[in-house]
């Protein structure tokens, strides 16, 4: 059986796609706390496991961190799916038009 050489994607791909997850992890950490602070008028708890979060404040912030990391995520992959196909003509590797 022959063995099949995976191929490493471009360095153009992986500076994109890292350069842009950093960045916006960090502005969706600042924006779900700013969106907690201004919902609850308190900071959002630092570990939700810690046994003085109450069961509901824990789960409400599991839920809006939740979100905003899996929006962040999408819209960093996104723009950086885009840049790429500005730069090269092509998708990044792994992405197919109109794949579901």
């Known amino acids: ?9 471009p360095l153009t791909w992986k500076l ?12 969706v950490r600042k924006l779900s706390d700013a969106a907690w602070y201004a919902a609850r ?3 959002p708890p ?8 109450g069961w509901g404040e824990a789960l409400a912030w599991a839920a809006v961190s939740g979100v905003a990391v899996a929006a962040g ?4 992959a996104r723009g950086a799916a885009e840049a790429y ?7 990044p590797p792994g992405l197919n038009e109109g794949s579901a």
Request: proline share 9%.
């Open 1 to 9: 059986m022959a063995r099949t050489r995976k191929q490493k994607p």
């Open 16 to 27: 994109l796609s890292s350069g842009t997850a950093v960045p916006a992890g960090i502005a």
């Open 41 to 43: 008028g308190t900071q």
């Open 46 to 53: 630092k570990n939700p496991a810690a046994p003085g979060v």
């Open 73 to 76: 995520r999408l819209v960093a």
């Open 85 to 91: 196909q500005r730069l090269t003509g092509k998708l």
